[in-house]
């Protein structure tokens, strides 16, 4: 029987779509290994699955035959403790190019800084190739970090307000903001600004980016302040040169020039998103999908291709006890692996 809190949280979903609303057991399969402090899980173009460590440790675990070998340790993109990972992406042309890029935290005269870096793998080692970009303000929270390559092939950042004061959280302070830059680190022409990296602004803490594979839109999550038995998440269609609100608004307030989210959460409600994938394959295809560290849960959306900001389905996949979930990736057989801080798992739809 689902807990009273669940039911209210039922209503209170249901009110706010209109639309059908479930709430489910999630079933999985856990992989081998085991992480204090995994934030990212990525595929390779053999079936193998890395999982990345916040430390920068980043663990393959190879796929044979019809099973998954235990992890072992593929990369130290943290470099001996000397950066924190933040954001982690393998190149959709790993097999020729060899790349996997991070978002790292690093201190530079005292300051804490983030950087994207490309990395190389080659004759069995997974070394640095280029610092690609340095010196984006960050602070000792809400760093935001997360990092996607996009259909465009763009590289594409997420960077929280670093708790900075409201006044300084602007898109010339680089703060609150997604970030596109080509491969190289240089900035694209059809930005924007063509002089500024700045896509979109008005962001506290980015959490995921996925797109939507038949139109190309761009979805992104944000993690809101928390309040009394929840946290001010929000979901947001990314249009260019847009602004979503923060500092000033949150959750559902918006105003002329400030976008309106797709859904946030409110009291007695608490996702604390992670990564985020479209499914392309099986029952789920098509549907956005969102790891929540909050309750532990995963979470599916059917969007409406032809509004964009339409929901027709929404569904609470309620983890149980695999603790807080943190991201999801597709692998090379367009199955959902979704990460936990310690595990790692197969979702079965």
């Not at 409201?166 to 703060?175: F, H, M, S």
């Not at 409406?304 to 991201?327: M, N, Q």
């Amino acid at each position: 029987m689902p807990s009273l809190q669940r039911l209210i949280q039922t209503a209170f979903v249901a009110l706010f779509l209109g639309s059908p609303f479930s709430l489910s057991a999630l079933e999985t399969q856990p992989l081998p290994g085991s992480w204090k402090d995994a934030i990212n899980v990525a595929a390779l173009p053999d079936g193998s699955l890395l999982v990345a460590q916040r430390s920068g440790l980043v663990d393959r675990l190879a796929f044979s035959g019809t099973d998954f070998q235990p992890a072992s340790t593929w990369a130290d993109l943290g470099e001996k403790g000397t950066s924190e990972l933040l954001g982690f992406v393998v190149d959709p042309n790993f097999l020729s190019s060899g790349y996997v890029y991070a978002a790292l935290r690093v201190k530079e005269s005292e300051k804490l800084v983030v950087q994207i870096t490309r990395w190389r793998q080659a004759e069995g080692k997974v070394v640095l190739n280029r610092v690609l970009v340095d010196g984006l303000p960050s602070g000792a929270d809400r760093a935001g970090g997360v990092l996607k390559i996009g259909p465009d092939g763009r590289l594409w950042l997420g960077i929280g307000d670093g708790d900075a004061p409201a006044a300084e959280v602007t898109p010339a302070n680089l703060r609150g903001v997604l970030l596109r830059y080509n491969s190289d680190g240089s900035i694209p022409a059809d930005n924007p600004t063509p002089s500024s990296p700045v896509w979109a602004w008005g962001f506290r803490d980015p959490a995921g980016l996925a797109w939507q594979p038949d139109t190309g839109r761009l979805y992104a999550l944000d993690r809101g302040p928390v309040i009394p038995r929840g946290t001010m998440d929000r979901l947001d269609l990314i249009e260019k040169a847009t602004n979503y609100g923060w500092p000033k608004y949150l959750g559902r307030d918006f105003a002329t020039g400030v976008a309106r989210p797709v859904i946030y959460c409110s009291s007695g409600h608490s996702w604390i998103p992670g990564g985020a994938v479209f499914a392309i394959k099986g029952d789920w295809s098509g549907s956005l999908l969102f790891a929540g560290a909050g309750q532990g849960n995963l979470y599916r959306l059917s969007l409406d291709s032809k509004a964009p900001t339409k929901i027709l389905f929404y569904e609470e996949l309620v983890g149980g006890d695999l603790g807080p979930l943190v991201d999801i990736t597709l692998g090379s057989d367009d199955q959902p692996y979704l990460l936990s801080k310690e595990k790692l798992y197969r979702v079965i739809p």
